[in-house]
């Protein structure tokens, strides 16, 4: 009996060792006992959270939220009055929706949905980490084809190599984390059309860009697109991812793939406030873009700072004259936490950086300049 258990568990354990840990990077509490301080003196730029949406504003909410919930029972009508209301927004209908416990889920179980034990899945790089790392533990094999060096995509290779590979999921970030930029519709146009198989736009920061092809969902079989409330609507913390696509696959995904309580009640009934307040929501993406725009300037002023334009809530620059570790762990010093990208495709020292308020960015640049010695 002993000896049964030990080799399954032998083997498990060999099996998971092939799959790489997911690093979230360092807490702010954390580096707060490392440093000595409160962990409210750490300003987190790491995970392109949305510090824009006033606290105060989403615990107001929270608390009617808890006032109106019963958690008692399953989730009930709350799932529906989300889906009816996301749809009336984004003109789609309402069974054309999968909510999930953040887009990462959703990554999953497409994946999941998608593709057997030993299939390939097409992809770019640099990209999003989450896609690998979801087709790997699914068994199945993940191809990156390489961004142009202006990191636009490379549409021909992209489609050459599906064919070869006989690829049966592509994912298209877009725009695209950690490069910031979003891709020339044409060319996701043309691999939507070009791939037979299943297309998976992930827009989780299109609302900081210029378009979104979840128009697209209905006239495309073979096009999900995935949305999140994490960035745009501040709330990364409660977890709610949505995908869109054609009824016969969301709906599929949804009861066949799906597990009934995918989204808590208290999360499904913030995401409906939440739609609710849409102005406040858009004014402070407005604030963002132009928070966005000083820190690019400001960057650009700086020698051996090379930022790129970004659509996102982030900013990816290369360093020239010193190493990204060093620039990560000096600003870490300085109860900072930036995201230590290091090669992006030529570019030898990247940093990601989350566009935050005023405040947050002018101590950011401060301390960024004493450190790059500008
Ligand atoms: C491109 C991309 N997709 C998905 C996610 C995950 O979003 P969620 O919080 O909805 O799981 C992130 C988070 O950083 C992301 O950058």
């Avoid at 132009?290 to 090379?306: K, Y």
């Amino acid at each position: 009996m002993k000896d049964r258990r030990s080799s399954w568990l032998e083997r498990f354990l060999e099996d998971a060792k092939t799959l790489t840990k997911y690093d979230v990077g360092i807490t702010s509490e954390r580096l707060a006992r490392r440093l000595g301080v409160d962990p409210s003196e750490i300003l987190k730029l790491n995970s392109n959270e949305n510090l824009f949406i006033p606290l105060d504003f989403l615990r107001g909410l929270l608390k009617e939220v808890v006032e109106e919930v019963d958690p008692r029972f399953y989730p009930r009508d709350e799932r529906v009055e989300l889906e009816e209301e996301l749809a009336r927004r984004l003109k789609v209908h309402r069974d054309q929706i999968v909510l999930g416990s953040g887009s990462d889920q959703l990554i999953e179980l497409l994946t999941y949905a998608f593709l057997d034990r030993g299939e390939k899945a097409l992809s770019i790089t640099p990209t999003f980490s989450i896609y690998e790392r979801a087709v790997r533990t699914r068994g199945a094999h993940y191809v990156p084809v390489p961004l142009m060096e202006d990191f636009s995509l490379n549409v021909e290779r992209m489609l050459r190599l599906a064919e070869a590979e006989e690829a049966k999921v592509l994912f298209i970030c877009s725009p695209n984390n950690p490069t910031a930029n979003q891709f020339r519709l044409e060319d996701v146009k043309g691999l939507i059309e070009g791939f037979d198989w299943l297309v998976v736009l992930d827009e989780t920061y299109a609302d900081f860009a210029t378009y979104s092809m979840v128009d697209l969902t209905r006239e495309c079989e073979n096009l999900v697109v995935l949305r999140t409330f994490s960035k745009v609507f501040g709330v990364a913390g409660l977890r709610l991812g949505y995908a869109v696509s054609n009824v016969d696959v969301s709906s599929a995904l949804r009861e066949r793939f799906q597990m009934p309580y995918p989204v808590s009640s208290v999360t499904l009934r913030m995401g409906l406030k939440l739609l609710r307040n849409l102005d406040l929501i858009k004014e402070k993406i407005e604030s963002l873009k132009e928070e966005r725009a000083a820190l690019i300037r400001r960057l650009s002023e700086m020698e051996g700072v090379q930022p790129f334009n970004s659509e996102t809530n982030f900013v990816l620059m290369n360093l020239t004259e010193m190493s990204s570790d060093e620039a990560y762990r000096r600003l870490l010093d300085q109860g900072i936490i930036v995201r230590n990208i290091g090669r992006v495709l030529n570019l030898e020292n990247c940093i990601r950086v989350t566009v935050a308020p005023r405040p947050m960015m002018e101590r950011f640049l401060e301390a960024f300049r004493r450190i790059i010695g500008r």
